[in-house]
């Protein structure tokens, strides 16, 4: 089965940097479009970033010229640069194929004081 276990996240002020790390197992991960999800009490999970098999990617506004997604397909990872943190990022953030094919890991927090 698909495993994916998300990590790297913390409480961080304002203004700092976090990079977030998901680990995939279990499938043919290099060809998965993939992208990373926040979610915060009472909204839906959201999509922030995406990047595809060939390393394209997108943003959601809000997130742009901050947020960095990359990925390793040679260590089955994906990542999540994190800089000018700012609170409005607060959330659990969670890994998956864009149509959130794979079941869910256990998300990762991320709390950003201000």
């Known amino acids: 089965q698909v495993q994916l276990v998300e990590s790297g996240g913390g409480l961080v002020q304002a203004g700092g940097s976090l990079r977030l790390s998901c680990a995939a197992s279990g499938t043919i991960f290099s060809i998965s479009y993939m992208g990373w999800y926040r979610q915060v009490p009472g909204k839906q999970r959201e999509l922030v970033a995406t990047i595809t098999s060939g390393g394209t990617t997108n943003y959601l506004d809000s997130v742009k010229g901050r947020f960095t997604i990359s990925r390793d397909n040679a260590k089955n990872t994906v990542y999540l640069h994190m800089t000018t943190l700012k609170p409005d990022d607060t959330g659990v953030y969670y890994c998956?194929?864009?149509?959130?094919?794979?079941?869910w890991g256990q998300g990762t927090q991320v709390t950003v004081s201000s």
């Open positions: 998956n194929k864009v149509d959130r094919g794979y079941p």
